[in-house]
């Protein structure tokens, strides 16, 4: 049985944009450990820079129209045939419907196995005392609370891990590798409808591929042709 921790990205998948940052439309700064909720019109290029290395971008998409519509790490799998994403990836709804497409990427691999890291999570993996810990969901939470947009936890589904190396072992097992990405490493998608992009940009303390550091990230939005 392949061993899908030894597989480093591949170098197909690597792909840098041709998108001039000075002509980007919105250009955002996220603090590290904060969440964010902000529209992506269909057509807008999306770049998310992993500024500092390996900080995971914890995302969640939802058609903007039609909130019931969101991101399925199911059906996105079965898609593409692959459990990591990168350029080419085409993220779907639960009803197999495109919600944007990964076209441009310097990190090469990114999860949507892993999940959000929460209370509950913060106590089986590590200790019952980091159940307190400010987790994404509760970052989710938040953000979805003080955007009032009909939008709450019913809502929340498996989310993708920007910047994030979880492997799978032979067993089928999921393992929380030292990250792949660096220093400005990106990723770009062109949303192919309008979608909310719901963000924590992850506070995880007690995992080491971000060396216990969370730190802030930036997202860049051109207009498209």
């Known amino acids: 049985m392949t061993d899908l921790t030894a597989i480093p990205p591949s170098p197909a998948a690597l ?40 900080q995971a971008v914890d995302v969640i998409f939802y058609d903007r129209h039609d909130p019931a519509e969101h ?13 990591y994403l990168s350029t080419g990836s085409v993220l779907m709804s639960q009803t197999g419907q495109p919600l ?20 509950e999570s913060n106590t089986v993996r ?9 987790s994404c969901r509760d970052n989710y939470l938040l953000a979805l609370a003080q955007a009032d947009v009909g939008l709450g936890k019913r809502d929340l589904v498996p989310n993708i891990n920007f910047f994030m190396n979880v492997p799978v072992t032979p067993e089928g097992g999921l393992t929380f590798a030292d990250g792949v990405s660096a220093p400005g490493k990106y990723v770009e998608l062109r949303a192919e ?7 924590s ?16 990230v930036e997202f860049l939005v051109w207009d498209g042709a």
């Open 71 to 83: 991101y399925s790490a199911t059906e996105t799998l079965l898609a593409q045939g692959s459990l």
């Open 100 to 119: 944007l497409t990964i076209v441009a990427d310097t990190c090469g691999r990114h999860d949507t196995l892993g999940g959000a890291c929460a209370a």
């Open 126 to 134: 590590y200790a019952l005392q980091k159940k307190f810990m400010h």
């Open 15 to 54: 792909v840098e944009s041709r998108l001039d940052p000075a002509r980007a439309v919105r250009r955002h700064r996220q603090a590290a450990g904060e969440p964010w909720l902000t529209e992506i019109r269909a057509g807008q290029i999306l770049r998310i820079v992993d500024l500092m290395g390996n």
């Open 193 to 199: 409808r309008d979608v909310w992009m719901l963000v």
């Open 201 to 216: 940009n992850c506070p995880q303390l007690n995992n080491p591929c971000n060396a216990y550091d969370p730190t802030p």
